[in-house]
């Protein structure tokens, strides 16, 4: 527990460890769940520094860990028994826990980067999604999804463009849910010799409600958590950005335009 906020942890039937960070005061009653990427050794506590940006804002935030994270199950059985597919069932389970359990006024998700797709598909046919957030998202080829194939078996649908067919740009054009898509600048990892994987989800999935906005990815270049030495500013860029595009004009940032290089996009189409 923090002085500014209290942390509840469950484990669901799925085995996904869920940890709900509340706020002592000024609850708004709108929660964002988080969805982070395709580590096999992250864990769900990691990201409490960021999301504390939320609670301090009044949101509830909620992080989880998917089967077989968070546990100290071998890196070998993560790949061997879980995939892409596994993730996306433990988000869902998770967002139906959430909304039984703080049936919030507002609910939004957040992914970086292959939390992205999980959490594309996760709310894929939801009307009670107010929100999503795309951090430095990944792509993956279709096959990954279509054929459920575990971490140890979609390496060779990996290589080269294969993620420029993935059926996550068409998912998130049909949908209606606001989405913001944020890109890092100096990202090696999603912005490849075939293409930039995060503009590539703002002009494929082209709809009105989609927004696209960039900020310097620093050092750190794609990660959003780690030991680099600029990992908190760069926490805080994302969060104030979402923060704002969420509608609390009161957490305004401290960085500037140039700094940031901010694009607010938005399609009237």
Known sequence: MSGRYTVETVTLDGGSIVSSLMPVAGYNGNVLMFCYGGSFTFSRYKTFPFLEWFTDAGWGAVAFDYYGMGVGLPEEKIKKYTGLFTRVRDAQHVLMYVRKKFNPNRFVVMGHS???????????????????????????????????????????????????NSETFGVVKDMTIPCHIIRYRGDTVVNTASGDIPAAYFNRAARKGLQLSTIDGGKGGHKLFGDSPDTFAKQQKVAVMALEWLGEKDWGSDYTEEEAAVQEILLSC
């Open 114 to 164: 292959m939390g992205c797709p999980v959490a594309i598909h996760a709310v894929a046919g939801r009307s009670d999604i107010d929100g999503l957030i795309l951090s430095a998202p990944a792509a993956y080829a279709r096959e990954v999804i279509d054929r459920c194939l575990t971490f140890e078996n979609w390496k060779p649908f990996l290589e080269g463009g294969s993620w420029q």
